[in-house]
Nanobody, 124 residues
Framework: QVQLEESGGGPVKAGDSLTLSCAYS????????MGWFRQYPGTEREAVAG???????IYIDSVKGRFTISLDSAKNVLYLQMNRLKPADTAQYYC??????????????????WGQGTQVTVSE
């Protein structure tokens, strides 16, 4: 059973950097994809970035050039490096996984395993 646990969220100021981590376990195949999503109060969860086990990565336009998704399969950790943070990045961030995936996707419904989330709050 795949399990995910996020960490690294917290309060920061606009322009700061923050790195989120997602410790994962339970994959029995090398063919998997992982992603980061975020959710604003009262809205649906939206994709931020996705990555495959082969390190193919994709991003939504609003974070391109500021956020970097990466995967350390030796440590079983997924990262989201967030630079030049903006108040609009304030949200609950979740990591997610797809087992048996070979192409990175931002399609929320493709992800079947979710972490509990970590809050990121960016102030002016």
């Amino acid at each position: 059973q795949v399990q995910l646990e996020e960490s690294g969220g917290g309060p920061v100021k606009a322009g700061d950097s923050l790195t989120l981590s997602c410790a994962y376990s339970g994959f029995i195949t090398d063919h998997y994809c992982m992603g980061w999503f975020r959710q604003y109060p009262g809205t649906e969860r939206e994709a931020v970035a996705g990555i495959t086990g082969e390190r193919q990565a994709i991003y939504i336009d609003s974070v391109k050039g500021r956020f970097t998704i990466s995967l350390d399969s030796a440590k079983n950790v997924l990262y989201l490096q967030m630079n030049r943070l903006k108040p609009a990045d304030t949200a609950q961030y979740y990591c997610a996984a797809i087992v048996g995936c070979t192409r990175a996707t931002l399609y929320r419904n493709a992800y079947s395993v979710w972490g509990q989330g970590t809050q990121v709050t960016v102030s002016e």
